[in-house]
């Protein structure tokens, strides 16, 4: 979407650190969300932000948040050939139901 | 135990023909959605039905009509089918809130001939 945008490509070695960035349009109340689509399979929910946080940690996966440069980071830890995949950033509104997504990174981890 | 389940995966039919996708969701969820994948991998929103209600309706040609029997299943319908809606298509769903997660189904991958 022309509201969200992310870097296109990233190719990381395996067991390095990944960062995936994207930019957003600002509002007081927003939901941001990190989604994983593999090849040929549906998009599967990662995790999530509320734009009053800056940081979430979930395991291997670190979300950080700069609201004032508006920007959305995903960083991977330890990457691994299975997180290869098109990650895609997306924002919505507090009292909306509709999600607008980036364009989406694609994500290649060589060994 | 599939959460949001979508038939067919796969679609290949000639244009000017009319199809249905159909998605089901078993999580108990009052909001359905359709989203458009192009071949660039852009998302974007196509309908949402809260409860049986149509909530969104994006800037769709009618030719795509969205049908909601109730609020477990959100069918969509495409009548004269072109070239350029050669797509995937994904159902989400989630809870009756505004603040809730979408959880999305596994795509149905339409290619028109």
């Known amino acids: 979407g022309e509201d969200v945008e992310q870097s296109l490509f990233l190719s990381v070695r395996e067991g390095d650190s990944s960062v995936i960035n994207c930019t957003y349009t600002?509002?007081?109340?927003?939901?941001l969300y990190w989604y994983k689509q593999e090849p040929g399979a549906g998009l599967q929910l990662l995790t999530y932000i509320f734009s009053n946080m800056d940081m979430k940690q979930d395991q291997r996966l670190t979300v950080l948040l700069n609201k004032k440069d508006k920007h959305l980071s995903l960083r991977i830890a330890d990457t691994q050939t299975g997180d290869s995949a098109i990650y895609f950033c997306?924002?919505?509104?507090?009292?909306?139901?509709?999600?607008?997504f980036g364009a989406g990174t694609t994500v290649t981890v060589r060994a | 135990d599939t959460a949001v389940s979508q038939t067919p995966k796969y679609l290949v039919t000639q244009m000017g023909n009319d199809k249905s996708i159909k998605c089901e969701q078993n999580l108990g969820h009052d909001t359905m959605y359709w989203y458009k994948q192009d071949s660039k991998k852009f998302l974007k929103i196509m309908f949402s039905?809260?409860?049986?209600?149509?909530?969104i309706n994006e800037t769709v040609p009618n030719r795509f009509s969205p049908k909601s029997p109730d609020k477990a299943h959100l069918n969509l319908h495409i009548n004269s089918l072109e070239l350029g809606d050669s797509a995937v298509y994904f159902c989400?769903?989630?809870?009756?809130?505004?603040?809730?997660?979408?959880?999305f189904g596994p795509g149905t991958r339409l290619t028109v001939l």
């Open positions: 989400a769903s989630s809870q009756d809130s505004r603040r809730d997660t979408q959880y």
């Open positions: 997306a924002e919505r509104y507090l009292n909306d139901y509709k999600l607008s």
């Open positions: 039905y809260n409860n049986k209600e149509l909530i």
């Open positions: 600002d509002s007081s109340s927003t939901y």
